[in-house]
């Protein structure tokens, strides 16, 4: 009786090597595009907290009637002291065009050097081409912490 024996499997074709890299290359691009979709519908909420108070720096560095200008996730702030107990958080940037404001310490308003816009201390316009107030972002002070909420 004759033994036979097992036929080795055929080696695959330069078409079965074109199919697989094919269908790897579509799993890693499937792959690649899902997880930024994911991120985008998934709720922000589950992935943290979409407002924060950022430290905006000590109380006793910002004197009364005076401002400064501090970073709040990439975006200039404008941090005005009004009194011994009030400050205030202002977004930094002009209503009108965009620019970066500056507060006037000797008039006591926020001025844009761009078009000569004119805000008061409260953010509203005084003068020149905005169409709306500045933005006003929430302050607490805690002891001689100053924090501001962004979102």
Not at 34 to 44: C, I, V
Request: aromatic share 4%; charged share 20%; with cysteine.
């Amino acid at each position: 009786m004759s033994e036979r024996h097992p036929v080795p499997p055929a080696p695959p074709t330069r078409r079965d090597v074109l199919d697989r890299l094919l269908l790897a290359g579509g799993a890693a691009a499937g792959a690649g595009m899902l997880g930024p979709a994911a991120l985008y519908l998934w709720p922000a909420g589950s992935r943290g907290p979409a407002e924060a108070f950022l430290a905006a720096g000590a109380l006793k560095d910002l004197p009364v009637g005076d401002a400064r200008l501090v970073q709040a996730r990439g975006r200039p702030v404008l941090l005005l002291r009004r009194s011994e107990t009030e400050v205030r958080a202002f977004s930094a940037i002009c209503t009108h065009l965009g620019c970066v404001v500056r507060w006037d310490r000797e008039r006591q308003v926020i001025a844009c050097p761009c078009h000569a816009a004119v805000f008061s201390a409260e953010g509203q316009v005084l003068s020149g081409p905005p169409p709306r107030p500045l933005a006003e972002l929430p302050v607490t002070v805690s002891g001689d912490d100053v924090r501001i909420r962004v979102g």
